[in-house]
């Protein structure tokens, strides 16, 4: 049974930083790619950041320089620090491997992330 627990989020101003975090209990944890996602209110959820378990990393266009994915396989915990955050940041994110996301399977509750102008 695979759980995702996200944490970290909260209300900044544009500008600041967060760094949210994912707890995975996943056996194996080393071996798959893991990724952060978000869902604004009334869009679809989409991929922010994926790092594979060689440590590549791939983000989209809109966060590229300003956020940074990382894994701890100790800990089975994915990162993601995010910088000189926007207003259009806001919206639930959440982590999940890479092969369940597209599944459609196994989200967590997620972490909301609210930046004011």
């Known amino acids: 049974q695979v759980q995702l627990v996200e944490s970290g989020g909260g209300l900044v101003q544009a500008g600041e930083s967060l760094r949210l975090s994912c707890a995975a209990s996943i056996s194996f944890f080393s071996i798959y790619a893991m990724a952060w996602y978000r869902q604004a209110p009334g869009k679809q959820r989409e991929l922010v950041a994926m790092?594979?378990?060689?440590?590549?990393?791939n983000y989209t266009v809109s966060v590229k320089g300003r956020f940074t994915i990382s894994r701890d396989n100790a800990k089975k915990t994915v990162y993601l620090q995010m910088n000189s955050l926007k207003p259009e940041d806001t919206a639930v994110y959440y982590c999940n491997t890479v092969t369940s996301a597209l599944a459609n399977r196994n989200w967590g509750q997620g972490t909301q992330v609210t930046v004011s102008s």
């Open positions: 790092i594979t378990s060689n440590r590549s990393t």
